[in-house]
């Protein structure tokens, strides 16, 4: 099993920033990726950006391509979303995600086994 716990929403205005955490304990050694996901009220659950744990090689969402970067501390188990130039269309619970190796899309809600709690993020116009 692997727990995951978010950490770093909140409100800010439009334009601005916020960095997102993702601790992760348990069988860490069994991560191949990790993902943020993040759900509207009343829509479904968009994929944002997913990081390869091994290599480091990232995907992003077309909607946040140049804004967001996710990137991952190995040593502290940790992967992070900074998230730049943010609107208020980014409003969402977001929630951090893992996956051990198999097929399907890192875009793909499916393969991922491990879930967070998710974290508020709320961006005011």
């Known amino acids: 099993q692997v727990q995951l716990v978010e950490s770093g929403g909140g409100l800010v205005q439009a334009g601005g920033s916020l960095r997102l955490s993702c601790a992760a304990s348990?069988?860490?050694?069994?991560?191949?990726?990790m993902g943020w996901f993040r759900q509207a009220p009343g829509k479904e659950r968009d994929f944002v950006a997913a990081i390869n744990w091994s290599d480091g090689s990232t995907v992003y969402a077309d909607s946040v391509k140049g804004r967001f970067t996710i990137s991952r501390d190995n040593a502290k188990d940790t992967v992070y979303l900074q998230m730049n130039s943010l609107r208020p269309e980014d409003t969402a619970v977001y929630l951090c995600?893992?996956?051990?190796w198999g097929i399907g899309a890192y875009s793909d809600y499916r393969p991922y086994d491990y879930w967070g709690q998710g974290t508020q993020v709320t961006v005011s116009s």
């Open positions: 348990g069988r860490t050694a069994s991560i191949y990726a």
């Open positions: 995600a893992a996956r051990g």
